[in-house]
């Protein structure tokens, strides 16, 4: 069965500094993706970030970058630089792709960033 | 990237009511996918909207509690039907697009239900 664990209920993080979120994945399909959201206090969910299970290179977008490690099945988001508005709950999610775009989401972790 | 609206942004409603949400989207798509959030939890994917066909459910929800209608490729709605105050969440659309099917997925801006 596929599964998203996200091990951080809460996270802190000062302005300026870079966090990791974590994220691990279960799934024993070779053809995946593996997603992450963002969601502010309005509830609207922001698309940040996309690595494909064959994708070679980390992704990066902007301040986002993904930190895929096939063999160890995580798939961390790293923000660069933590500004206010980046506080938030974070959601990484995965897709199988013989399951159509359904996304399987973990529990989200709440991130703070500290003036 | 796909620009998605929601309607209504949040509704109150009383117990045995009905509320059908509307979800439109800017492109053409093949799949719609709508996804229910309860109070302080994560997202559950409830149904796929497909154009032409009968949406699909996922195990725990079934039609004759959300019918979903998909008239066309752009449009999409979901009824919440006999509400109670358990219905209670952010009901969210989706849809995917990108170079490879689906390599990002876009949500809409979500309908905030209470119910009474």
Redesign the interface.
Known sequence: AQKITQTQPGMFVQEKEAVTLDCTYDTSDQSYGLFWYKQPSSGEMIFLIYQGSYDEQNATEGRYSLNFQKARKSANLVISASQLGDSAMYFCAMRVSNQGGKLIFGQGTELSVKP | ?AVISQKPSRDICQRGTSLTIQCQVDSQVT?M?W?R?QPG?????IA?ANQGSEATY?SGFVIDKFPISRPNLTFSTLTVSNMSPEDSS?Y?C?V?S?R?T?????????T?LLVL
């Open positions: 990237s799949m996918f996804y959030q939890q994560s997202l559950t994917l796929t996922e952010i969210l989706s995917g990108g490879v689906g390599e990002t997925q876009y949500f809409g801006p979500g905030r």
